[in-house]
């Protein structure tokens, strides 16, 4: 890898997310040899993905080069590379670029989405967990569209229209707030020829209730905001199967829909080496201590989704959220430092924050420790955290004239086809059509 030998102690860093970023940052100037690993060269701030998935703002404004959130940094080395196993018994990574070794490694992979172990759905629903993914359902959901303008049997027309999301979280509801809005003021007029009424935007959660995180009165001002933008909300319904054409429940409510998103679950990153059964708790995080260490390996740390932290206040572990891994990284800075000065570590210590979701247009929802709020303020509050917790001027800069522009306008420019996603639309061909169109 090309990394110059030192007689600095050598961190290296896998994942440039939230908590690999807080970490790098921690450790800046600390008399250590720091190598960051991650297998895209920037990092993606996954909480606005649904924006560019509904043409809102452009993937770059939600990227940031890793590069340059290291410039000016001594002794740090960015790598371009996928770690594929970790030999802690040579204190050894191996990547698609070669092998390094390591003093004290730090695994800050994040999650992907969890299909649990459903073949089929994984097959064939989009799932919103990166940059490209983000695109494919931006390409997607415009695709239908020109498709649906090409059919006069009406029934593959409506099943082209039909959006099913499963999974009732912050992402659930913000991408069907996000299609409502899009429904409602751009379809008529980017599509005057086709009757965009009928499109459907179904939200479907198998617990009794949307944002179950939040609070009871968050989730019901939620559900309440989605159902006045058109949105249907389906609870206690769970989905067993989608072939790319119907959506099956466990009830007999059945959807013939092109595009399913899944987003009902995440689950950590796995990387061979370090995911033996008694290491890993439920979602595949990584047992830790109250210092971010790995059970049984002194010199190995977890951070954010990667880790699984039980603690009195999080017998779960902590939510799989950005402030525990920039707060996690943070801390594990301090720690490393102490470490190696002969200190000893201190336990970490989660300052919830609290937690909110936006539905729309001067909608959302907001639990803070000791308020609770809903509504045009609320949304204010989420636009200005968003903001602020973006990397990088530019980003914040883009982000904050797009939302402007848009909120002025009534509009989402970037509702564009670069890439096209190839979607076998010839199952929709064999649709009964009872009611056809001349
Ligand atoms: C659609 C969506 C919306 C979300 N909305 C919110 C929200 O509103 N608020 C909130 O707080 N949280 C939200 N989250 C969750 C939040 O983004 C995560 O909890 C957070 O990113 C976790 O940070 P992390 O540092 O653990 O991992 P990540 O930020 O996911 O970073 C992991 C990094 O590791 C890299 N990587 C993975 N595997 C490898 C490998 N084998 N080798 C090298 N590099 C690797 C990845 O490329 C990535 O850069 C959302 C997540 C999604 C998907």
């Known amino acids: 890898m090309n990394i110059p030998k030192s007689s600095l102690s050598r961190i290296v860093i ?5 908590g690999g970023i807080a970490l790098a940052k921690a450790l800046k100037g600390k008399e250590m040899q720091v190598v960051l690993l991650d297998k895209n060269n920037y990092h993606t701030f996954q909480p606005l993905l649904y924006q560019v998935s509904t043409g809102g703002l452009e993937p770059d404004s939600i990227a940031y080069p890793l590069r340059k959130v290291l410039q000016g940094y001594p002794d740090v080395y960015f790598r371009l590379a996928e770690v594929r196993e970790v030999i802690p018994g040579s204190k050894l990574i191996r990547t698609d670029i070669g092998d390094l070794g ?13 299909f649990f172990g459903n073949n089929e759905i994984e097959k064939n629903s989009m799932g919103m967990k990166s940059i490209p993914q983000s695109l494919n359902l931006r390409s997607l959901i415009l695709e239908n569209f020109e498709q649906a303008l090409l059919t006069d049997n009406l029934r593959e027309r409506d099943a ?3 959006f099913v999301i499963v999974g009732g979280g912050p992402t659930g509801v ?3 707030g996000a299609l409502a809005e899009i429904k409602k003021g751009i379809l008529p007029k ?8 009928k499109a459907q935007i179904n939200l479907i959660q198998s617990g009794n209730r949307i944002l179950a995180e939040m609070s009871e009165q968050a989730s019901k001002k939620a559900e309440d905001f989605l159902e006045n933008l058109g949105v249907e909300v389906w609870k206690d319904c769970r989905v067993t199967g989608y072939d790319g054409k119907t959506v099956r429940t466990k009830t007999d409510l059945v959807f013939e829909a092109a595009t399913m998103v899944w987003a009902a679950g995440v689950k950590a990153v796995s990387i061979q080496g370090l995911n ?7 979602g595949n995080r990584m047992k830790v201590n109250e210092f971010n260490q790995v059970l049984d390996h002194e010199a190995i740390f977890a951070i954010g989704d990667a880790a699984c932290m039980f603690s009195e206040d999080a017998p779960q572990g902590h939510p799989m959220v950005a402030q525990p891994a920039i707060q996690q990284g943070r801390h594990l800075g301090e720690n490393l430092v102490r470490l190696l000065k002969k200190k000893p570590m201190k336990p970490f210590v989660y300052k919830d924050k609290g937690s909110m979701a936006t539905v729309g247009r001067n909608k959302a ?5 000791h308020y609770r709020f809903q509504g045009i303020f609320a ?3 989420w636009m200005f955290v968003h903001l602020f917790f973006l990397i990088g001027f530019r980003d914040r800069m883009v982000v904050f004239v797009n939302w402007v522009y848009n909120y002025i306008r009534f509009d989402r420019e970037a509702r564009l086809i670069i890439r096209p996603y190839k979607r076998d639309y010839s199952q929709f061909k064999d649709c009964k059509d009872s009611k056809s169109e001349s």
Not at 102 to 114: A, F, M, Q
Not at 276 to 282: D, G, I, Q, T, V
């Open 174 to 176: 913000e991408l069907a």
């Open 160 to 162: 082209l229209m039909n």
């Open 379 to 381: 949304w204010f509050v």
């Open 14 to 18: 896998v994942g440039g997310g939230f």
């Open 190 to 197: 980017d599509y005057p020829d086709l009757d965009t009424r």
């Open 102 to 114: 390591y003093d004290y490694l730090v695994i800050g992979t994040g999650s992907e989405t969890n």
């Open 365 to 369: 929802v907001v639990d803070l420790k």
């Open 276 to 282: 033996a059964k008694e290491l890993l708790a439920p």
